[in-house]
């Protein structure tokens, strides 16, 4: 079963954000993990300047908090177009990530950072352009890329050191589902080539969390909350990760205080889980009466029900693709990465969502509708002769 990854794509570009799915050499790490959760670690050896690439939606937000609680001064560079009254504190300067559209980088000349972070590369001329302009005046480069770079998806515990998919056209600047993968590998590449030995290129797998706009998780708690027959795909064992924006930003930030260097997948939680653990944890977070009926990936095909499109975050363990459940972690944990609980994602995404305008409340942008999802399980049940829910 292939993946429905145009939306994912669409969303991730969308939100300044990545999404699902080397270049530089092994990670080199600096003192003893912290704590990439909480607030309880020691507190950095001092304050640093720091400079985003974007910053003003989801994860770009995460880090800018992150950061100021840890005492950090934050630069932000974008067009000034989305969410532009973030973080009035902030020093916000404005120019184009394309050096050939209007100012540029202008504004970026001569000024002097301890790190960036780059939350908005996707191609890869535009990533060389940041990276060379500021080599000379900035410690260390932190690129946000993405797990969907690695060239056999099947293979499960993907690492770091897997090779990463290739494109014909290298100098494509279309962002679509066969070369979102390729060009982020590109963008890593050009990175660490400006910066050699100085840059930290962070895979994320699927971010969720309060403030995510693509509702690529969402939909999962909003609908085991509300209960009755919930269309579950697959049979519950295929594994699922997922990382809180919140903990991703952590893990980075401590990171760039630390001058960490190399590639790391940054996915979570830390302790396996699979659909079936994630959906009854679901359950319990939300205290629903929600009950799963597990639809096998096959008939699902047959439905045109998508892998994480249709059906967010499930990647069935048997598909073209399987191997983006189940990408190793061990360098991130080694390196402080901490999840937290995955009710505690659960509760503050439904607080967060459950504020927005209802407008925006009654159009998901990910998952099925409560009419389509009853058409599949009525078929389902039909083609089972059942009319009894798992």
Same mark, same amino acid.
């Given at each position: 079963?292939?993946?429905?990854?145009?939306?994912?794509?669409?969303?991730?570009?969308?939100?300044?954000?990545?999404?699902?799915?080397?270049?530089?050499?092994?990670?080199?790490?600096?003192?003893?993990?912290?704590?990439?959760?909480?607030?309880?670690?020691?507190?950095?050896?001092?304050?640093?300047?720091?400079?985003?690439?974007?910053?003003?939606?989801?994860?770009?937000?995460?880090?800018?908090?992150?950061?100021?609680?840890?005492?950090?001064?934050?630069?932000?560079?974008?067009?000034?177009?989305?969410? #532009?009254?973030?973080? #009035?504190?902030?020093?916000?300067?404005?120019?184009?990530?394309?050096?050939?559209?209007?100012?540029?980088?202008?504004?970026?000349?001569?000024?002097?950072?301890?790190?960036?972070?780059?939350?908005?590369?996707?191609?890869? @001329?535009?990533?060389?352009?940041?990276?060379?302009?500021?080599?000379?005046?900035?410690?260390?480069?932190?690129?946000?890329?993405?797990?969907?770079?690695?060239?056999?998806?099947?293979?499960?515990?993907?690492?770091?050191?897997?090779?990463?998919?290739?494109?014909?056209?290298?100098?494509?600047?279309?962002?679509?589902?066969?070369?979102?993968?390729?060009?982020?590998?590109?963008?890593?590449?050009?990175?660490?080539?400006?910066?050699?030995?100085?840059?930290?290129?962070?895979?994320?797998?699927?971010?969720?969390?309060?403030?995510?706009?693509?509702?690529?998780?969402?939909?999962?708690?909003?609908?085991?909350?509300?209960?009755?027959? +919930?269309?579950?795909?697959?049979?519950?064992? =295929?594994? +699922?990760?997922?990382? =809180?924006?919140?903990?991703?930003?952590?893990?980075?930030? @401590?990171?760039?205080? @630390? @001058?960490?260097?190399?590639?790391?997948?940054?996915?979570?939680?830390?302790?396996?889980?699979?659909?079936?653990?994630?959906?009854?944890?679901?359950?319990?977070?939300?205290?629903? =009466?929600?009950?799963?009926?597990? +639809?096998?990936?096959?008939?699902?095909?047959?439905?045109?029900?998508?892998?994480?499109?249709?059906?967010?975050?499930?990647?069935?363990?048997?598909?073209?693709?399987?191997?983006?459940?189940?990408?190793?972690?061990?360098?991130?944990?080694?390196?402080?990465?901490?999840?937290?609980?995955?009710?505690?994602?659960?509760?503050?995404?439904?607080?967060?969502?459950?504020?927005?305008?209802?407008?925006?409340?009654?159009?998901?942008?990910?998952?099925?509708?409560?009419?389509?999802?009853?058409?599949?399980?009525?078929?389902?049940?039909?083609?089972?002769?059942?009319?009894?829910?798992?």
């Amino acid at each position: 079963m292939k993946l429905s990854r145009r939306g994912v794509i669409q969303a991730a570009a969308a939100l300044g954000a990545v999404q699902v799915l080397g270049c530089a050499s092994s990670p080199k790490a600096g003192p003893g993990p912290g704590s990439a959760a909480g607030d309880g670690d020691s507190a950095p050896s001092k304050p640093l300047n720091l400079l985003i690439l974007g910053g003003t939606r989801f994860l770009g937000p995460a880090l800018v908090q992150v950061a100021q609680a840890r005492g950090h001064t934050l630069t932000l560079f974008n067009r000034g177009k989305s969410n #532009p009254g973030l973080f #009035p504190d902030v020093e916000k300067l404005q120019g184009d990530r394309d050096p050939n559209k209007g100012e540029g980088l202008k504004a970026l000349a001569g000024r002097k950072w301890d790190a960036v972070i780059d939350t908005s590369g996707y191609v890869p @001329r535009i990533v060389k352009a940041s990276a060379e302009l500021l080599a000379p005046n900035v410690g260390q480069y932190v690129f946000i890329s993405s797990v969907s770079v690695y060239k056999e998806m099947t293979k499960k515990n993907l690492s770091e050191s897997d090779a990463v998919g290739t494109i014909a056209d290298e100098t494509t600047e279309e962002v679509g589902e066969e070369s979102y993968g390729p060009l982020k590998a590109l963008c890593e590449k050009a990175a660490e080539a400006a910066l050699p030995g100085r840059t930290l290129n962070i895979r994320p797998g699927l971010i969720v969390g309060p403030d995510d706009g693509s509702d690529r998780f969402t939909y999962w708690p909003l609908r085991v909350a509300k209960g009755g027959e +919930v269309l579950a795909p697959g049979d519950g064992e =295929d594994p +699922v990760q997922v990382i =809180d924006a919140r903990d991703l930003a952590a893990f980075i930030i @401590r990171n760039v205080e @630390r @001058r960490t260097a190399g590639i790391f997948n940054v996915t979570g939680p830390v302790e396996p889980m699979k659909m079936k653990g994630m959906l009854e944890t679901l359950r319990e977070a939300t205290g629903s =009466d929600a009950r799963f009926t597990w +639809v096998d990936s096959a008939f699902l095909e047959q439905q045109k029900v998508t892998a994480f499109g249709d059906m967010p975050a499930w990647v069935p363990r048997t598909g073209p693709e399987s191997g983006i459940g189940a990408v190793s972690i061990a360098r991130a944990t080694q390196a402080g990465l901490v999840t937290r609980p995955l009710a505690d994602t659960v509760r503050d995404t439904l607080t967060w969502f459950h504020a927005l305008p209802a407008d925006r409340q009654e159009k998901l942008r990910a998952g099925l509708s409560a009419e389509r999802e009853k058409e599949v399980l009525a078929a389902w049940h039909q083609a089972k002769g059942t009319a009894k829910a798992g």
